[in-house]
């Protein structure tokens, strides 16, 4: 074959591109096939550009017809040179662009096919015309075009000697072109895209991209740095700090910790590298390498056998058009519609596939075609023309009217009027008709100036590179130093795996043809998902500098590329470089000419080709080094993202770019193994083929057509594809913005959380862990599943379970998960069968809630420690109580009055039953009521209907004892003895006789914790309370004959109840012991006793020895051993006072107890939410109802009497109870120890809200014993009530400034602030005594008779008379409304210390 | 047979000997703390010792010899068991004073072992303080000396160790390899670390 060879180069010889691979056509189909249609696409692009024949001057108009038709659609290279003609200026541009295709690998291939070999003047001239300098572009353009058309010639012979010599890969294509359907999803692919607009083409290459740079970013800096800071900065060029973004890949090691399977290996194979543009290329050089492109795009073109595939796929356009057109399927709108489409396919390709015999048919058939369309066109415009003319016509008509002018004809000849009137409207012309001969000229001379005549032989270039290079001494001085400079300079690759480099090849010189050879292997082996794998070229001058050429990306290979079956691939890559050099050589980026006076420049930039190939590794035993799919889970879905993204960058919206969607397929291989990539490439193939290469970059189509696909969602195989779809339709964000802690949580964890929470005994293991009341103190959680019984979930009893281990089922006993799990459904669930009205069944229901979350807060709590609770240390000893145990030692000794000793304290830890005793020390009772006379019909009148003034002023005169034989016979007025009992133990005193009996005796009762538990919290819990009952023994004389009685004693013994006294364990366990004189329980009505009363305790309000009409009984209850009381929490809660008022409170507190340390001075309260809550909030004045005072309307007392029985009767729950010893918890208005003091006839009355009785200011058996703390609905302070009055101002301030309490008449606030501090005989309403509700012990007994005494009068007295006045005006406002108030104590020794006030209810 | 539904623990040994230096005349209390899932079949819980005097043969060291046995059941090795020892001494006016607190779990490997539990006692939380405990011979104390064998709360107290004390176990453990629960093969005997602290 003759060579190629330009006549101009100064004599060097230069070689072709090099051949590196001959394999390129055995490799994977789908490379064939999406080359197949790129070249199909650039065929059908050609086909346009040969149709545009019709101007005279086709050159723009061809172009044009790019432009508007298939600007889309990638050209061949060819192209180019159409471009190169058209607009000389963007020549440069282009020729940076210029791709070689890698088709030179086959022209050995192709060559054996070539039967008809051009000349080789034939071959030269098409190949040079291209290149030579010109001036004319026109006729550069029209030569160009004759050998384009020459090319086309000679492979359409090719095509047509050949046709069963296709390869089989080609096979497949031509099916797809018979295939009607394929075919027409093809077209319609192009007809769904959308093609820019004409004006645009300016910034769109001939490869429908934007034209662009490889990488716009120039790596030097083009303007100069600013670097004042302070001047005035131009907006756009002040500097942004923008927060560096991670990689999210690149922690994404597809290897778990853990399994390490081995290693993963990647080999890239760097070959070599071409310059297709070097700096350093001589003018020839640019030549050479401008037809080693040329002809490599016409070996592609020939192996990829475009003419044929065009060819076959006119004929299929055409057969269908006349199938639409004669199979009667007028009717289908569909058939219909598609009509235009083929003809348009059918404009497409029809000047390109005239046949050498076909020629003349061809012509004529397409000579018909068009004047078809030239009728049809025509028919249209006579159409419009009609319409138009009617238009034209009635308006003529009005102007006529107008006018009064003659009529108008309504044939057509009416121009003449036109002008006559010199209408603005003009009249439409009708069209012209299409003139069969004129186009019949038009395709002949179109057919005559781009097609090989019939009988002209096909011209078959080929390209050698034999010249020899002329000898150094031989050239010019120029060319010497260009040759000089390219010795000098090398060139090396790094290697960079994600973004870092992992090796670099040695640095080689590059060679005088401007390759540089490597033929390097690198193994990668890699842990980390491979995110990018990039090369970077580097060039060397000289001995020091180095410049980076350009970047190349390799494609991450499918799992099914291994190592030895991968072929190299060639990447081109090109440079901004900007080099201008001294001699021969070009430079890159600057504008040289080939012409002599320098016109026609042109501007190359560097580029070339890197010959590499990436594949994974094969291991010794032949297993490929590929990470299995499944591992992949946290690389996939970012990396399909940017494969997706990368398509859609590819294809701005028109674009049909097969070979940009390839990468999907690819990418789909790598997520699979490489089994299984094939299948999952080809479902995305389909995917592409069912919805359009334009539905990928559309993530809702993707996800309909997976939808409408079927695909399983569970295979494995899909689900990168899923979870692709799952996420980019629910959301844009690819990229998780969260920051997951504990990633690795789920591979620690121990078992998964359905097994979890399945497993019974896990559960039971967790509840109990959590401290779920019912699950606390369950011991020995049984091993195995199958024992625990689902009866304790379902049933309370276990014991039927055959499975379950009796023993064991002891301790599942108490563990009911069936009353938990009930608890659990019924909190929301208000069951109203077990109150009486929906209403109560709310609030208990509420009430529950409040304790199960207060309790949840305290179980947190108790989790923190203080030193106190781990340490056990004396306090420090102060002088004051040195001196007081100095004192003491001194004390004389009283032997016959003996004491209680502090004990030493046990801890629970170590206790089981019987363990613990209680030790109830029985000593007296006061006010026995006494049996009465058989006789006597006198009724002694229950305590409630007595009335004030029975009480304090006259009262019955004591009974004397009746005068009859019955009285005689019993000797005694009773004979009481006491029954103790607690947890189903029984015990008794002795009976002693008389209303005032002693008995001084000890009784024991076992204890028995809760499920054996003797922690503290289980003993708080302890719910079981110690019965006191006081019985008067009573004996018959059950002779019934009188004879008898002499002879013998027959008595009947029986025991009457008298009352009770009820104390809660609890109560006993904190305070470790109970000493005190309780007040015995009698039923208003107690037939056959009455009560003895003292002689002359009636005396008026002045009686000291007041005693009160109750029964009192002397107990000292205790536990043996003494077990040390759970500490109380201490707890700050939330609040939502104010963070001022909370201060002043904690202050005036510590000043309190600063000055009076046994008193406890309590300003907030925990409220049922558990809530800190300032403790005046729970007093508030409330009008009783209307009903109670309207009952005895003049009767204050009386009315008095029923409020407090209303109030009374208001049901509560003891907190003791309900919350066990927990803490003080101001839930409910709270028991037996509430008092509240009101002023009733000029004397005090203590009342206790709970039961509704009263006492007297003097009555000796009243609890009241000491104060502490003086609550009013406005006030804490009262208490203290040695504090100077002025102190108790920054709380009155704080209290007033919180708005907590708003009373109009500040004044009135203010005073009673005063009131309670100092003047408690004064006060009118709302005082709240802590109270300590038994009488004072042993060690004083004279004192507690004065108690109230001293603590209301002492004190308060003198002040209050001085002040009485002026606070009695400045109240007045207020004193109708006295109110009740809770009074919640602590017992503790002989001093109450522990004072807590709260609740309110209305009282009169 | 049936599967056993808990597994056996049997430990026996002595509570050997203690060093103290500067003290003289000890005794020592143990007691076991185990979780809820276990529960002591046979033999005591807790002990108190004689108290023991050092003597010229070895004057470092407090022989106790306080032998310990003890089974458990359990069904959860949650809670293993702890010996807690508290030692205690006459001080310097003859009151009772702690000596210090120690813990150490029951190893669960069977076999023989020794154990040397460095013992501590809470400190006083002020120079004042400590002056007035020395005096009146109220060494702070821990409220219940099982706290040393719990982690919760710690955080609040200070120490001061204060000698150590040997013990030696014998386990033994029946069905635990049966229900799952690997040990590994027996320790030979050797000394053994400190525990503690």
């Given amino acids: ?1404 | 047979m049936a599967a056993p539904s808990v597994f056996l623990l049997a430990v026996s040994g002595e509570i050997e000997s203690g060093e103290f230096p500067g003290f003289d005349d000890l005794y020592c209390k143990f007691s076991f703390v185990y979780g809820q899932d276990w529960v002591p079949t046979a033999g005591l819980e807790e002990g108190i010792s004689q108290i023991t005097s050092k003597s010229s043969v070895s004057p470092t060291t407090l022989v106790w010899n306080f032998p310990i046995d003890i089974t458990f059941k359990s069904t959860n090795p949650f809670g293993w068991p702890q010996i807690v020892l508290s030692v205690y001494g006459p001080d310097f006016f003859g009151h009772d004073v702690v000596r210090g607190y120690g813990a150490v779990h029951v190893p669960f490997v069977p076999g023989r072992h020794k154990r040397t539990i460095a013992m501590f006692v809470p400190e006083s939380t002020s120079r004042l303080q400590q002056l007035t405990s020395w005096f009146t011979g109220r060494r702070p104390e821990f409220t219940d000396p099982r706290v040393v064998a719990q982690g919760e709360g710690r955080e609040v107290t200070r120490v001061r160790s204060q000698g150590f004390v040997t013990v030696s176990f014998n386990v033994m453990t029946k069905d635990l390899h049966k229900l799952g629960y690997d040990v590994p093969a027996a320790e030979g005997p050797g000394p053994q670390g400190f525990h503690g602290f």
């Avoid at chain 1, 009636?1098 to 077990?1123: A, C, H």
């Fill in chain 1, 1 to 1404: 074959m003759s060579a190629a060879r330009p006549s101009d180069a100064p004599g060097t010889v230069r070689d072709l591109p090099p051949v590196p691979s001959t394999s390129r056509t055995s490799s994977a189909e789908l490379s064939v096939r999406q080359r197949m249609r790129e070249k199909l696409k650039a065929a059908r692009t050609k086909a346009e550009i040969t149709l545009s024949q019709e101007e005279p001057s086709p050159h723009p108009r061809r172009l044009k017809g790019i432009r508007e038709r298939k600007p889309g659609v990638r050209l061949d290279k060819t192209s180019d040179n159409d471009k190169f003609r058209e607009v000389p200026e963007s020549e440069s541009h282009l020729s940076s662009k210029v791709k070689f295709r890698d088709s030179v690998k086959k022209l050995k291939q192709k060559s054996t096919f070539q039967n008809d070999f051009p000349s080789e003047e034939e071959a030269y001239n098409f190949f040079t015309f291209n290149f030579d300098a010109i001036p004319e572009k026109m006729k550069a353009g029209s030569r160009k075009k004759n050998g384009l058309n020459e090319e086309e010639e000679v492979e359409e012979e090719c095509v047509e000697s050949h046709e069963d010599e296709q390869e089989d890969e080609m096979d497949e294509d031509m099916r797809l072109v018979k295939d009607d359907d394929l075919f027409i999803r093809e077209t319609d692919e192009d007809l769904v895209v959308m093609r820019p607009v004409d004006c645009g083409k300016e910034w769109f290459g001939d490869d429908g991209k934007i034209l662009a740079l490889p990488n716009p970013i120039k790596q030097s800096s083009t303007r100069p740095p600013i670097f004042s800071l302070e001047e005035g900065i131009a907006p756009e060029l002040e500097t942004v700090y923008r927060k560096t973004i991670k990689m999210t890949s690149t922690n994404q090691y597809f290897v778990g910790p853990g399994d390490f399977q081995g290693l993963f290996q990647l080999d890239i194979d760097i070959s070599g590298l071409i310059f297709t543009h070097h700096p350093c290329f001589s003018r020839e050089h640019v030549l050479a390498a401008k037809l080693a492109q040329l002809y490599d795009q016409y070996l592609a073109r020939k192996q990829k056998n475009l003419t044929k595939l065009l060819t076959d796929k006119l004929h299929a356009l055409r057969s269908a058009v006349q199938y639409s057109t004669e199979g009667g399927g007028d009717g289908v709108p569909v058939a219909q519609q598609s009509i235009p489409e083929y003809k348009m396919e059918i404009r497409e390709d029809v000047d390109q596939k005239s046949d050498k015999k076909a020629y003349e048919a061809e012509i004529q058939a397409e000579i018909k075609e068009l004047l078809e369309e030239c009728m049809e066109e025509y028919e249209k415009k006579m159409e419009e023309y009609k319409t138009e003319l009617q238009d034209w016509k009635l308006w003529k008509k009005t102007q006529k009217s107008k006018k009064k002018k003659k009529k108008k004809d309504t044939h057509v000849d009416e121009e003449s009027e036109d002008y006559d009137f010199g209408e603005e409207r003009i009249k439409p012309l009708p069209p012209k008709m299409a003139n069969s001969l004129e186009i019949e000229q038009q395709v002949r001379q179109k057919a005559d100036s781009c097609r090989r005549k019939p009988g002209e032989p096909i011209l078959v270039p080929e390209l050698t590179l034999l010249g020899s290079v002329t000898p150094t001494e031989q050239c010019p001085r120029a060319e010497v130093l260009r040759r000089e400079d390219v010795k000098k300079r090398s060139a090396f690759i790094k290697v960079l795996f994600n973004s870092k480099e992992v090796s670099r090849t040695v640095t080689r010189p590059i060679s005088s043809d401007f390759r540089v050879h490597f033929g390097q292997i690198f193994n990668l082996q890699i842990i980390n998902w491979p995110e990018s794998l990039k090369l970077q070229i580097y060039e060397t001058t000289g001995i020091s500098s180095t410049t980076l050429l350009a970047e190349v990306f390799l494609p991450v290979p499918e799992t099914a590329v291994l190592t030895g079956s991968a072929p190299l691939e060639e990447i081109e890559f090109s440079s901004d470089q900007r080099v201008m050099l001294d001699h021969e050589g070009v430079g890159s980026g600057v504008s040289f000419s080939f012409e002599a006076d320098g016109s026609n420049k042109m501007t190359l930039m560097t580029s070339g080709k890197v010959s590499s190939s990436v594949s994974w590794a094969v291991g010794e035993k032949g297993i490929p080094l590929i990470p299995p799919v499944s591992q992949q889970n946290t690389g996939i879905p970012s990396t399909i993202v940017i494969q997706l993204a990368f398509v859609q960058d590819l294809m701005p919206k028109d674009k049909v770019d097969v070979a940009a969607l390839s990468a999907v397929p690819v990418t789909a291989g790598y997520l699979a193994d490489s089994n299984q990539a094939q299948d999952l490439a080809l479902k995305n193939v389909d995917a592409i083929a069912s919805i359009g290469t334009s539905g990928l970059t559309d993530m809702k189509k993707l996800a309909e057509w997976a939808a409408e696909a079927k695909l399983d969602p569970n295979d494995p195989n899909n689900a990168a594809l899923m979870q692709l779809i799952m996420i980019t339709t629910s959301g844009e964000a690819h990229v998780p913005d969260f920051f997951r802690l504990e990633q690795l949580q789920q591979e620690f964890n121990f078992v998964s959380d359905e097994e979890f929470n399945r497993s019974k005994r896990f559960r039971l293991l967790r509840l109990r862990n959590e401290e779920v009341a019912e699950f606390r103190n369950y011991k020995q959680v049984p091993l195995h599943e199958r024992e625990i019984s689902e009866k304790i979930f379902q049933a309370s009893g276990c014991l039927s379970s055959p499975l379950v281990d009796p023993i064991q089922c002891l301790h599942m006993l108490p563990a009911v998960f069936q009353d938990y799990e009930k608890r659990l459904q019924e909190r929301d669930v208000i069951d109203s069968k077990n109150y009486l009205d929906e209403h109560r069944a709310v609030v208990a229901s509420y009430l529950q809630k409040v304790r199960e979350s207060v309790i949840n807060r305290f179980l947190i709590a108790k989790h923190h420690f203080l030193l106190s609770d781990l340490v056990n240390e004396e306090e420090i000893l102060s002088l004051g109580i040195l001196g007081l145990g100095l004192f003491k030692l001194a004390e004389p000794k009283r032997p016959l009055r003996p004491r209680r000793k502090e004990r030493k304290k046990v801890t629970a830890q170590n206790l089981s039953d019987g363990d613990i005793k209680l030790l109830v020390n029985i000593i007296r009772a006061y006010d026995i009521p006494v049996r009465k006379p058989v006789t006597s019909k006198l009724q002694q009148p229950s305590k409630s209907s007595r009335s004030f003034n029975e009480m304090f002023a006259a009262s019955p005169s004591a009974q004397s004892p009746p005068n009859n034989p019955d009285w005689a016979f019993n000797q005694v007025l009773v004979r009481p003895f006491v029954e103790v009992s607690f947890q189903r133990t029984v015990c008794r005193t002795t009976t002693a006789e008389g209303p005032s009996p002693c008995w001084n005796e000890e009784l024991e009762l076992p204890f028995r914790a809760p499920n054996g538990d003797y922690s503290t919290h289980s003993l708080q819990s302890v719910k079981d309370e110690v019965f006191i009952n006081v019985f008067d023994e009573v004996l018959h004389d059950a002779v019934e004959d009188d004879h008898e009685r002499g002879s013998g004693i027959h008595t009947r013994i029986e025991r009457h109840w008298l009352g009770c006294v009820k104390i809660p364990f609890t109560t006993i366990y904190f305070q470790a012991r109970i000493d005190g004189t309780f007040k015995i329980h009698i039923p208003p009505v107690l037939l056959g006793y009455s009560k003895e009363k003292n002689v002359g305790m009636e005396r008026g309000y002045d009686s000291v020895r007041n005693l009160s009409e109750g029964s009192y009984i002397t107990l000292f209850i205790t536990i043996e051993p003494q077990l040390i009381p759970g500490e109380s929490v201490r707890e700050k809660f939330d609040t939502q006072e104010d963070e001022k008022l909370l201060q002043a409170a904690e202050k005036y507190e510590a000043e309190c107890t600063s000055k009076f340390p046994s008193r406890q001075c309590l300003t907030t309260v925990i409220d049922l939410d558990g809530k800190t809550v300032f403790i005046t909030r729970y007093i508030k004045p409330l009008n009783p109802p209307q009903e109670l005072l309207d009952a005895v309307p003049n009767r204050s007392q009386t009315a008095a009497e029923l409020v407090a029985r209303y109030v009374a009767l208001i049901p509560f729950l003891p907190d003791s109870v309900s919350f066990a010893g927990i803490c003080d918890l101001w839930s409910t208005s709270d028991g037996p120890t509430a008092y509240v003091l009101t002023l009733e006839q000029r004397q005090y009355v203590i009342w206790n809200p709970s039961t509704g009785c009263f006492y007297g200011q003097y009555d000796t058996f009243c609890p009241l014993q000491n104060v502490y703390c003086l609550i009013s609905c406005d006030n804490v302070s009262g208490f203290p009530i040695h504090m100077p009055y002025s102190e108790v101002t920054p709380l009155i301030e704080a209290v007033h400034s919180t708005g907590v309490h708003t009373i109009d008449v500040s004044n009135v606030e203010f005073a009673l602030a005063v009131l309670a501090t100092k003047m408690v005989a004064k006060l009118y309403r709302n005082i709240q005594l802590c109270l300590h509700p038994n009488f004072p012990n042993t060690k004083n007994p004279e004192s507690y008779s004065l108690t109230m005494t001293t603590v209301l009068n002492k004190y308060y007295s003198k002040e209050c008379i001085q002040l009485g006045k002026q606070v009695e005006q400045a109240t007045t406002g207020c004193l109708q409304c006295p109110v009740l108030a809770h009074v919640v104590k602590h017992l503790d020794r002989d001093e109450p210390d522990t004072i807590t006030a709260g609740l309110k209810e209305p009282k009169m």
